[in-house]
């Protein structure tokens, strides 16, 4: 079966640098995505990786090692309004996005 | 801008009862989805529907029906509603049949009560 897996929760400290792990094993990649989504709202892109290596923008970035099956997206200068839950997921052979449970990720001051 | 706006925001439903979901957006995006959202559980794909006058089904596609007559709408009906249905869907949408960096754009979503 198909199947994403990453941490329930985090919790990091305003200022800090967080990263959020995730490890799949799909049939067929064709992309991984990361997602935000605050509480009671919808998600919103962050990311795309297709290839091996590190994208970065602005205050986050992530990664990709497709042998391992696995990236981390990385937020750094940590602010109160990144407390959310981070999504990834992956596109599969058929196209059809596979999607994690989601990292609750908690800010405190 | 509109985006993708889904219809109503929120509902309670009686067990049995039929209700149509509504979905429509905006940027004439070909691809568009239907999921459900469930605590502790990634989103998961109910239909989907690659280009207007085709529908495919998802990973959860048991008790829900699609259509897709024109590019613009994707109403998801419920047949006749059972309590496990109750979750948050959310409808989305994306450009060249979600293939290469084509990201999916959101609905605010619905959520459903069955009672």
């Known amino acids: 079966g198909q199947n994403i897996d990453q941490p329930t929760e985090m919790t990091a400290t305003e200022g800090a640098i967080v990263q959020i792990n995730c490890t799949y094993q799909?049939?067929?990649?064709?992309?991984l995505f990361w997602y935000q989504q605050h509480a009671g709202e919808a998600p919103t892109f962050l990311s795309y990786?297709?290839l091996d290596g590190l994208e970065e923008k602005g205050r986050f970035s992530s990664f990709l090692s497709r042998s391992k099956g696995y990236s981390y997206l990385l937020l750094k200068e940590l602010q109160m309004k990144d407390s959310a839950s981070y999504l990834c997921?992956?596109?599969?052979?058929?196209?059809?996005?596979?999607w994690g449970a989601g990292t609750k990720l908690i800010i405190k001051p | 801008t509109a985006g993708i706006t889904q219809a109503p925001t929120s509902q309670i439903l009686a067990a049995g009862r039929s209700m149509t979901l509504r979905c429509t957006q905006d940027?004439?995006?070909?691809?568009m989805y239907w999921y459900r959202q469930d605590l502790g559980l990634g989103l998961r794909l109910i239909h989907y529907s690659n280009t207007a006058g085709t529908t495919g089904k998802g990973e959860v596609p048991d008790g829900y029906s699609v259509s897709r007559a024109n590019t613009d709408d994707f109403p998801l009906t419920l047949a006749s509603a059972v309590p496990s249905q109750t979750s948050v869907y959310f409808c989305?949408?994306?450009?060249?049949?979600?293939?290469?960096?084509?990201?999916?754009?959101f609905g605010q979503g619905t959520r459903l009560t069955v009672v």
């Open positions: 989305a949408s994306s450009d060249r049949g979600g293939q290469g960096d084509a990201e999916a754009f």
């Open positions: 997921a992956v596109r599969d052979s058929n196209y059809q996005l596979i």
């Open positions: 990786n297709v």
């Open positions: 799909t049939s067929g990649f064709n992309g």
């Open positions: 940027m004439r995006h070909n691809a």
